[in-house]
């Protein structure tokens, strides 16, 4: 499995493409990079004492968990549409 790495919003206007442009999901993850490294420890801490107490099986559950949702937004496809307007947005 693989996450997302692109994706496309395009935006019509009475049925004309007004916009058209691609983002690297690549340079969004850099971005949060830091914030995961963050609360990473915070989050294994959780983890750990919510299995101390009978919540869960294993504490690094949930990150295979993460992943495998992360990775299965992959094909998403969302269209919103008004009178004149329309936004599609496609994840890669």
Same mark, same amino acid.
């Given at each position: 499995?693989? *996450?997302?790495?692109?994706?496309?919003?395009a935006?019509? &206007? &009475?049925?004309?493409?007004?916009?058209?442009?691609?983002? *690297?999901?690549?340079?969004i993850y #850099? #971005?949060? $990079?830091? #914030? @995961?490294?963050?609360l990473? *420890?915070? #989050?294994?801490v $959780?983890g750990?004492?919510?299995?101390?107490?009978?919540?869960? %099986? %294993? *504490?690094?559950?949930?990150m295979v968990?993460?992943y495998?949702?992360?990775?299965?937004?992959?094909?998403?496809?969302i269209e919103?549409?008004?009178? %004149?307007?329309?936004?599609?947005?496609?994840? @890669?």
């Amino acid at each position: 499995m693989m *996450p997302p790495m692109l994706m496309k919003i395009a935006i019509y &206007e &009475e049925g004309v493409r007004k916009m058209n442009f691609w983002i *690297p999901l690549v340079l969004i993850y #850099l #971005l949060l $990079l830091p #914030l @995961f490294v963050f609360l990473l *420890p915070f #989050l294994i801490v $959780l983890g750990v004492i919510a299995w101390g107490f009978g919540v869960g %099986n %294993n *504490p690094f559950s949930w990150m295979v968990w993460i992943y495998e949702l992360w990775c299965a937004t992959k094909g998403t496809i969302i269209e919103t549409k008004s009178k %004149n307007e329309r936004v599609y947005i496609r994840i @890669f």
